[in-house]
C-alpha cells in the first residue's frame, strides 16, 4: 500500500526559506515508474499544481514558484523534497505531496494522481 506522509512545513517570514519532505513507502522510487508532484492549497482556493518530477528526471514548476522552489528526490531514502528559499506571502498555503505510476512521456494531470499525503502547513508572514 502505497503512503505518502509530508513534513518540513512550519510559519517563516518573507525571504525566509523552509525545506519540505515527503517520505514514501509501499514503493520504491528506483524500482518502479512514478510520477511525484508537489501541490498546494490555500483557503478557499483550488488545488494548484506547484512541481513535479517525471520518471525521465525532469522536472516542471508553475511560473509564481520559478527560480524559487526546488523539486528534488532521493531514491536512497525514498524521499521527496521540495526546497522553497525567497518565500512570500502568497506561497501560505497546504503542501500536499503526490504520486501516480506512470508510462507516459505526457505530464499527467492533477486528477490523474492517486495517491496524496495529509499535507503540511506553510505559512509566510510579510
Known amino acids: 500500500q502505497v503512503q505518502l506522509v509530508e513534513s518540513g512545513g512550519d510559519s517563516v517570514q518573507a525571504g525566509g526559506s523552509l525545506r519540505l519532505s515527503c517520505a514514501a513507502s509501499?514503493?520504491?522510487?528506483?524500482?518502479?515508474?512514478?510520477?511525484m508532484g508537489w501541490f498546494r492549497q490555500a483557503p478557499g482556493k483550488e488545488r494548484e499544481a506547484v512541481a513535479g518530477?517525471?520518471?525521465?528526471?525532469?522536472?516542471i514548476y508553475v511560473d509564481s514558484v520559478k527560480g524559487r522552489l526546488t523539486i528534488s528526490k532521493d531514491s536512497t531514502k525514498n524521499t521527496l523534497y521540495l526546497q522553497m528559499d525567497s518565500l512570500k506571502p502568497e506561497d501560505t498555503a497546504m503542501y500536499y505531496c503526490?504520486?501516480?505510476?506512470?508510462?507516459?512521456?505526457?505530464?499527467?494531470?492533477?486528477?490523474?494522481?492517486?495517491?496524496w499525503g495529509q499535507g503540511t502547513q506553510v505559512t509566510v508572514s510579510s
Open positions: 518530477i517525471h520518471i525521465d528526471g525532469s522536472t
Open positions: 503526490a504520486a501516480v505510476a506512470w508510462y507516459s512521456s505526457r505530464w499527467p494531470r492533477k486528477d490523474e494522481f492517486n495517491y
Open positions: 509501499g514503493f520504491r522510487f528506483s524500482n518502479y515508474w512514478y510520477c
